[in-house]
């Protein structure tokens, strides 16, 4: 996987910017983040890095430790742009 900047993400590593923004709009670590969404903090690093994938699963962990509309918002651009 190439490697991205943070605001312009691929469709197939769309998620890095928005959860990694999240994070820090939060004012979380990678441990509370991961520890939040009940997922391994090696794996949140890899996905905010664009080095790995998500499942639906972990999504739907995400979506619930950041607030489904906070995480649907800040989504909503790439989503669009992956259509």
Known sequence: MANISV???TCESGW???LRTLRRRYRWSLSQAAA???MDQSHLSKVER???GL???TLARLADAYDLSDLARE???FVRDCQ
Do not use: D, F
């Open 75 to 77: 989504l909503a651009p």
């Open 36 to 38: 939040r969404a009940r």
């Open 50 to 52: 664009g080095l790995a």
């Open 55 to 57: 499942s639906v699963e």
């Open 7 to 9: 605001g312009h993400p």
């Open 16 to 18: 890095t910017s928005p």
